[in-house]
């Protein structure tokens, strides 16, 4: 079951913080109170996926910073084990 609009309105609103604050409080009545534990976890999950595509990127980044770096230092390491 998903959110009710105008409750994932208002909650899209106050953020996730107050939200939450608002859910341990008790300030919200049955069905509201549901729509809430469903919105939160709505957006956990989407953070979760944010923060995998970036620890995903910054990871194929330094690979590629480290095969680079690795390649035009070549050379010279190259010249220290001939010598």
């Not at 953070?47 to 995998?52: L, N, Q, T």
Request: aromatic share 8%.
């Amino acid at each position: 079951m998903s959110v009710r609009p105008e409750n994932r309105a208002k909650f899209e609103k106050q953020g996730v913080l107050l939200t939450k604050l608002n859910l341990q409080m008790g300030n919200m009545d049955g069905p509201e109170q549901q729509d809430a534990v469903r919105w939160i976890a709505e957006q956990q999950r989407a953070s979760e996926r944010r923060d995998a595509t970036r620890y995903r990127t910054m990871i194929f980044f330094t690979v590629v910073a480290a095969l680079a770096a690795s390649i035009s230092a070549w050379p010279v390491v190259k010249e220290w084990l001939i010598k």
